[in-house]
């Protein structure tokens, strides 16, 4: 069974940083399309970034190109989102996912998701 578990989030001042983690278990990350949604408040959930490490596709919200990157420890199976430079508008639970497809457009069809890590962005 696949699992994916969040963290890293919490409360950092605008113009700062966190870096967030997923920890993948069931499945291995550089196999699939891993990816990293947020949902904010009164929002719907929207995709900040997702890749595709096998086919060399990688997918950034407009919002967050410049800003956020995603990587991966393969040892550790987990996927990480740098997230530098930091917004109040950036404030939201991120989700992990897992599976699907990523086109330059978008992330589509993903099957597995983490319970999500809050990161607020605030003075």
């Known amino acids: 069974q696949v699992q994916l578990v969040e963290s890293g989030g919490g409360l950092v001042q605008p113009g700062g940083s966190l870096r967030l983690s997923c920890a993948a278990s069931?499945?291995?990350?550089?196999?699939?399309?891993m990816g990293w949604f947020r949902q904010a408040p009164g929002k719907e959930r929207e995709v900040v970034v997702a890749v595709r490490w096998s086919v060399g596709i990688t997918y950034y919200a407009d919002a967050v190109k410049g800003r956020f990157t995603i990587s991966r420890d393969n040892a550790r199976n987990t996927v990480y989102l740098q997230m530098n430079s930091l917004k109040p508008e950036d404030t939201a639970v991120y989700y992990c996912?897992?599976?699907?497809?990523?086109?330059?457009?978008?992330?589509?069809?993903?099957?597995?998701w983490g319970k999500g890590t809050l990161v607020t962005v605030s003075s």
């Open positions: 069931g499945r291995t990350v550089s196999s699939y399309a």
């Open positions: 996912a897992s599976g699907g497809i990523v086109t330059p457009q978008g992330y589509y069809g993903m099957d597995y």
